[in-house]
């Protein structure tokens, strides 16, 4: 019962050998982080990431495990530093490596529209670009010049000159790739026949050919075809703003 309590002197020593290898692990890891540079995780590039995962994962072994020699884990650890810097290297002076390492950035938004081929080579759909935009403080697609994901996933939109004037009521997706949004539609004291026939009126007779539709408040629409140039327009009959 007593042993539970208070640990054998064998028991001590492990604790101790624990102690000191976890402290020798954490002094090499911060060398080799200091010495990597000063990204942020949010800003890595897809190799620096994998690499630091790695490192991770390695210093945990020997400070759970003390049958391994520390040695071992530490030489690995150095060893994933040099290769990093090797990867760097190539990839500040290999001309045509950093596509390769790192990827390139991906315009998404530009004054066509919404780019749906690059959305798609990122995983991303329209939703996930208009949640981008807002969070950079942007609520209409048309308020925008150019958008774009860097290779290492981070956001930046360049606004029009009068992107405030093009954005005074907050739109709602109304039609996401093809398929109506049933709550939004509710929002605007509309129905989907009602939405249908805006879309003939536009010349666009199937619904699945609709990118993206949006509508805002006062009535004001976002229409893009797949594979066309984006239009804005006001709803005639929308007499009074509804948010």
């Not at 939109?157 to 049933?182: C, M, R, W």
């Not at 949006?214 to 797949?226: A, P, S």
Request: proline share 3%; glycine share 6%.
């Amino acid at each position: 019962m007593f042993t539970n309590i208070f640990p054998l002197p064998s028991q001590n020593r492990g604790m101790g050998l624990i102690f000191i290898r976890t402290v020798i692990v954490f002094i090499t890891l911060f060398i080799v982080m200091r010495l990597m540079g000063k990204r942020q995780i949010g800003e890595m590039q897809p190799y620096e990431l994998v690499i630091t995962l790695i490192i991770a994962e390695l210093a945990c072994i020997p400070m759970e495990d003390t049958s391994i020699p520390l040695l071992y884990g530490v030489i690995s650890i150095l060893t994933v530093y040099l290769l990093h810097q090797i990867v760097c290297i190539i990839d500040l002076n290999v001309r045509g490596a950093k596509v390769v390492l790192s990827g390139s950035p991906s315009i998404v938004l530009n004054k066509n529209g919404i780019d749906d081929t690059q959305l798609k080579k990122n995983n991303l759909d329209v939703s996930d670009l208009i949640e981008s935009l807002r969070l950079e403080g942007y609520f209409s697609l048309d308020s925008v010049e150019y958008a774009l994901y860097e290779s290492e996933g981070t956001f930046s939109a360049l606004p029009k000159k009068n992107y405030e004037e093009l954005q005074t009521s907050l739109p709602v997706i109304i039609v996401d790739e093809g398929k109506f949004i049933k709550n939004n539609v509710t929002l605007t004291k509309r129905s989907q026949t009602y939405y249908h026939d805006v879309l003939k009126g536009q010349g666009c007779d199937e619904l699945k050919k609709v990118l993206v539709m949006t509508v805002d408040g006062e009535g004001k629409v976002y229409l893009q075809e797949k594979g066309k140039k984006y239009k804005t327009f006001r709803l005639e009959d929308w007499a009074e703003k509804l948010w």
